[in-house]
């Protein structure tokens, strides 16, 4: 199991700002790491495929609404998970 570096920043949210849209981009990056790890070894699981392309769909979708509401919130996270810039149409 590949150890979690998310873990501190996410016990450090306060429980009002667990539905936040950074609070859901952490916990999505965690289950998209895990999941990666894990079809790594298991490379036939393709319920594990499929959990994983609707949890990257489920993660873009969230960073394309933080990209339209407030740009700069959505700079500071991308660049904190590192996660690279999508396209925008």
């Known amino acids: 199991m590949v150890k979690n570096s998310f873990i ?3 016990s450090q949210e306060k429980e009002e700002n667990r ?3 950074e609070f859901q981009v952490f916990s999505f990056t965690n289950k998209i790491q895990r999941l990666t790890s894990h079809l ?4 036939k699981d393709y319920l ?3 959990g994983l392309r609707k949890i990257l769909g489920k993660r873009q979708r969230l960073l ?4 339209k509401k407030n740009r700069v919130r959505y700079k500071e996270l ?4 590192g996660i690279r810039e999508t396209k925008t149409r």
């Open 78 to 81: 991308i660049s904190q998970l």
């Open 64 to 67: 394309a609404y933080l990209s």
């Open 48 to 50: 594990s495929q499929r």
């Open 40 to 43: 790594e070894l298991h490379k």
């Open 19 to 21: 539905g936040s849209v």
């Open 8 to 10: 501190p920043v996410i």
